[in-house]
């Protein structure tokens, strides 16, 4: 499924960027994700490659994020950074009950940068975590964009009202059905 992500109303970020997605569930219970930001590159603050480690507090700067509720009502969250660090937590409900989701492994990445466009790529193998195979996904996709001056602007399907949260139910705003 493509979608495209709009920036939060009352972040100060660029809204010279446009961010497309394209989200899909793979026959083996993973979920696979292609992040597509153009505009200004040369305004975006994009950390040196790193190793593909787990790293917390990745959401403080450039940040590429997929959010998938589960059946109990909790969600699983995954993020990875354009350095290629990573991370997936595991919810109970609205940023409660928060763990380090262990049985999900470091995803395949793959990131390109061009004068117009910065392209990431992550499949996540999310098989061993407890989301019903031959039902919908209710999924959230989001994107933490840092420029060189230090705006940092928040992307998502949809926002709830106040401040940037893309733990809200509203930022849940795509169903991803089974593969077929």
């Not at 979608?3 to 109303?9: D, E, G, S, T």
């Not at 959010?67 to 990875?80: A, H, K, L, Q, S």
């Amino acid at each position: 499924m493509e979608a495209i992500l709009v920036p939060h109303p009352g972040a100060p970020g660029s809204p010279s960027f446009a961010i497309a997605v394209t989200a899909r569930r793979t026959r083996d219970g993973g979920l696979s994700i292609t992040y597509g930001v153009s505009g200004p590159m040369e305004r975006l603050l994009i950390p040196p490659t790193a190793p593909p480690v787990r790293a917390d507090r990745l959401w403080r700067h450039s940040c590429f994020e997929a959010f998938v509720r589960t059946p109990t009502g909790g969600y699983i969250e995954v993020n990875v950074a354009p350095s290629g660090e990573w991370a997936a937590y595991r919810f109970t409900g609205h940023r409660s009950g928060m763990t380090v989701a262990e049985a999900i492994g470091c995803p395949d990445v793959e990131i390109t940068a061009t004068a117009g466009e910065l392209r990431l790529q992550a499949a996540f193998d999310l098989s061993r975590a407890d989301l019903p195979p031959d039902a919908d996904w209710r999924i959230g996709l989001s994107v933490v964009i840092e420029e060189k001056d230090g705006r940092i602007s928040y992307w998502a399907l949809a926002h709830p009202s106040g401040p940037p949260d893309f733990h809200h139910d509203d930022c849940f705003a795509l169903e991803l059905p089974p593969p077929s």
